[in-house]
């Protein structure tokens, strides 16, 4: 549980980092620099591009088309749940937070689900790759 705690805070950081709302993110550090860029601007980005290729593929290769199908479609009906339920006020400002921590769960969900199978089912999943 505590691995899957770590993931979703790391999904977290990665996804607030790289854009929010309130003007302190990557695209908005992006948006203010152009068209001066700096190093430190560039590297940043790099980093945040490789952090964001190692969700997506672990996420997509864990879960497939279907599994992130399924997690958005669980995820939005939650989110109307709870909006309906009038849990959350309906605003733009409270629908992009709701999102980014969607997004971050997401990820997390990719990158821990073989441990969440092996607890739910007893079973490991073995990748069969052949290069």
Same mark, same amino acid.
């Given at each position: 549980m505590f691995g899957i705690l770590i993931r979703f805070l790391a999904?977290?950081?990665l996804v607030f980092a790289t854009w929010n709302p309130t003007?302190?993110?990557y695209v908005h550090?992006?948006?203010?620099?152009?068209p001066n860029v700096t190093a430190s601007l560039v590297f940043a980005g790099v980093v945040l591009v490789i952090c964001w290729i190692l969700f997506l593929h672990a996420t997509l290769k864990s879960l497939g088309i279907l599994?992130? /199908?399924l997690a958005l479609a669980f995820f939005g009906a939650?989110? #109307?749940l709870v909006f309906d339920l009038g849990w959350l006020s309906n605003n733009q400002e409270v629908l992009n937070y709701v999102i980014l921590v969607i997004t971050a769960? /997401?990820?997390a969900i990719g990158m821990a689900w073989s441990h969440? #199978?092996?607890?739910l089912s007893g079973r490991v999943e073995v990748e069969d790759d052949h290069h």
């Open positions: 999904a977290l950081v003007g302190r993110s550090w992006l948006l203010s620099a152009l599994g992130i /199908i939650f989110t #109307w769960a /997401i990820l969440i #199978w092996r607890r």
